[in-house]
């Protein structure tokens, strides 16, 4: 899985967001990409893999519905190991206090369909926490745009 990951780049450009309508993306359902994951512009993890879903649940506005699951792998930023770790031990308001904490994560994904493309959000508690660390996914709420 490690051959997955991109090479590490020396200098990362921004990246626009990009907007993936519902329709769109319940055709483009997207499962393991690959990208590199920043804070304050410094790479934090050399390999994500994200998959990119829609919730089809009724009452969610059209943003509400992506839904962005990421899991890291190595190399990993001791600082973001110890938030994950922490992320993992603890449950329901516990475990959303610590994610409301955490800095913003910028993943950088790159998506052979559509070129690269800038996820930024907060991590989210996982679901399933009984593995290792680098299979576990976590969720990434990205800021409601007005």
């Not at 990409?33 to 410094?42: E, I, T, V």
């Not at 893999?49 to 506005?61: F, M, P």
């Amino acid at each position: 899985m490690a051959d997955a990951c991109p090479p590490q780049e020396a200098n990362v450009a921004p990246v626009m967001h990009q907007r993936v309508h519902v329709a769109e993306a319940h055709r483009h359902h997207k499962r393991g990409l690959s990208g590199r994951a920043y804070r304050a512009g410094r790479l934090v993890c050399g390999c994500v893999q994200v998959t990119i879903s829609v919730d089809d649940r009724l009452g969610l506005t059209e943003r509400e519905r992506r839904r962005v699951r990421v899991s890291f792998h190595e190399p990993l930023d001791d600082d973001l190991r110890s938030e994950l770790t922490e992320l993992v031990r603890r449950r329901g308001a516990a475990a959303r206090r610590v994610a409301d904490a955490a800095h913003e994560i910028a993943v950088v994904v790159n998506d052979h369909d559509s070129g690269p493309m800038r996820i930024v959000g907060h991590l989210q508690p996982p679901e399933a926490r009984h593995a290792p660390l680098r299979e576990i996914e976590f969720g990434l709420r990205e800021p409601v745009v007005p």
